[in-house]
Nanobody, 126 residues
């Protein structure tokens, strides 16, 4: 299985932008369905964005139009470009991987994913 490592978190003021990345080690990255989740203090982990093996994307309503998920299969890397950030986006962001294509609408169930990164902190100040 793949090892997942995130990077790129940090602190930014409201209205700013950040990009987080994650690398999946091993072979067959292009066969993984990938997602970004986040977890704020005292809250459940929630799905933020999902990208299928055919690069079709889906977003949580709260980030649609502000966040962009993409993948570079040649680099085994997943990205999340976050724009127009607000303090409500403050959380630990996790990358998750699931082997194989996935086309159902319930992509944001944490139990679907076998591989998780350690998380990267994103803090947005007002």
């Amino acid at each position: 299985g793949g090892k997942v490592v995130e990077s790129g978190g940090g602190s930014v003021q409201a209205g700013g932008s950040l990009r987080v990345s994650c690398v999946v080690s091993g072979y067959g990255y292009d066969s993984y369905s990938m997602a970004w989740f986040r977890q704020a203090p005292g809250k459940e982990r929630e799905g933020v964005a999902f990208i299928r093996t055919d690069a079709v994307t889906t977003y949580a309503h709260s980030v649609k139009g502000r966040f962009i998920v993409s993948r570079d299969n040649a680099r085994n890397t997943l990205y999340l470009q976050m724009n127009s950030l607000s303090p409500e986006d403050t959380a630990i962001y996790y990358c998750a991987a699931r082997w194989g294509p996935y086309y159902a609408v319930d992509w944001n169930r944490t139990t679907l994913y076998s591989y998780w990164g350690q998380g990267t902190q994103v803090t947005v100040s007002s």
